[in-house]
């Protein structure tokens, strides 16, 4: 049973660009989160999907960052013109229905978005 | 708002000893749920140990165990017989039950170095 994958694992940007990550949840999971972990921190919440519909976004930056997850393929977030503070390396997790009572999430090993 | 703090940056154990990493929270709440992930140089999460917050009983998980003082908000995490693989960073996290799940609170993290 594959994990959570996450493409590209390394992604390099220059300012002004676009940077889209890949998240697949494991299979059986309908619930997808995406966290940022920037230099020497903990991770931080961005945004809490399931399918077709956005749960949570509290943690999302209020431009030019957006997240989906379609009925068919993987959820993607998205950063428009990027900047140099986007610089980071973005986690996806993904849990079934029915764990989130116990709240256990299970990571990819994250995408290192650099920014030139 | 609900906070995460680690107090040790960076600790270190010989091999075969026994560390303890320590963790507070501050939260309101009175259910919710306590973590401790771990983040191989690979730096993929990885679910070291959950604890309930209504259980009184700490949580132990082979060489891992907690203490969790729910009053003193308190969830220090005690690695015993540590070995090399252990080597890695040790996140502490917060989630409160109900509402928007998989909203993972973190603690910036202690880096554990096992030596031989």
Redesign the interface.
Known sequence: NAGVMQNPRHLVRRRGQEARLRCSPMKGHS?V?W?RQLP??????MV?LQKENI??E??MPKERFSAEFPKEGPSILRIQQVVRGDSA?Y?C?S?QSQG???????????S?LTVL | AQTVTQSQPEMSVQEAETVTLSCTYDTSENNYYLFWYKQPPSRQMILVIRQEAYKQQNATENRFSVNFQKAAKSFSLKISDSQLGDTAMYFCAFMKTGGSQGNLIFGKGTKLSVKP
């Open positions: 619930h989160y966290y020497e921190e903990g991770l931080k919440f809490y749960i949570d509290s943690g390396a986690f997790a849990s989130l009572g116990t709240g256990e999430l299970f990571f990819g090993e994250g290192r």
